[in-house]
T-cell receptor, first 115, second 113 residues
């Protein structure tokens, strides 16, 4: 596609349920990032994928969070047993090759509300 | 280690006035620097980037930023604010490889008519 696509755009879930958030990066981009943005806050890094390398999971806040990237393209962020503090906008971004001078292109985000 | 500090979480300017959003970075090596803008309910959009070419970088919508190594700064400016500039602005620094982006906490710009 022309840009980074995220689905769903909005998700309301009950506390304790699992959710899956999807990201379709720009075709040909090898690097993919997930960030979390809470109300009025900056971007909190969650996880980074680069090609076939092992992902950088250092930003995942707990073991309830996991992500995978299948075939070097689509990525899914899964949150198990959701808590109210998980409510935030989850942003996905991709970049061409993960080198320092290439910009990241962002999707419009998934707004997750845990009730 | 890289990090970014954005001074002022909220900035208000009058329409037509100068916009100045501050960003200071720390980096052990010469950095790549970026400014992104986020309009309400949207993702982030690149405004401009510094990649060690010209120190004065021009971006979209009339914005520009100057890389000052001696001050470790990359402040964003626009000579004349427009109502449509109201948004959240993020400064970011990156490194050559790996998990590249370190974002500041953002500055919310309000333009007063």
């Amino acid at each position: 596609g022309a840009g980074v696509s995220q689905s769903p755009s909005n998700k309301v879930t009950e506390k304790g349920k699992d959710v899956e958030l999807r990201c379709d990066p720009i075709s040909g981009h090898t690097a993919l990032y997930w960030y979390r943005q809470s109300l009025g806050q900056g971007l909190e890094f969650l996880i980074y994928f680069q090609g076939n390398s092992a992902p950088d999971k250092s930003g995942l806040p707990s073991d309830r969070f996991s992500a995978e990237r299948t075939g070097g393209s689509v990525s899914t962020l899964t949150i198990q047993r959701t808590q109210q503090e998980d409510s935030a906008v989850y942003l996905c971004a991709s970049s061409l090759d993960g080198t320092g001078d290439t910009e990241a292109f962002f999707g419009q985000g998934t707004r997750l509300t845990v009730v | 280690a890289q990090s970014v500090t954005q001074l002022g979480s909220h900035v208000s300017v009058s329409e037509g006035a100068l916009v100045l959003l501050r960003c200071n970075y720390s980096s052990s090596v010469p950095p790549y620097l970026f400014w992104y803008v986020q309009y309400p309910n949207q993702g982030l959009q690149l405004l401009l980037k510094y990649t060690s070419a010209a120190t004065l970088v021009k971006g979209i919508n009339g914005f520009e930023a100057e890389f000052k190594k001696s001050e470790t700064s990359f402040h964003l400016t626009k000579p004349s604010a427009h109502m449509s500039d109201a948004a959240e602005y993020f400064c970011a620094v990156s490194r050559d490889t790996g998990n590249q982006f370190y974002f500041g906490t953002g500055t919310s710009l309000t333009v007063i008519p």
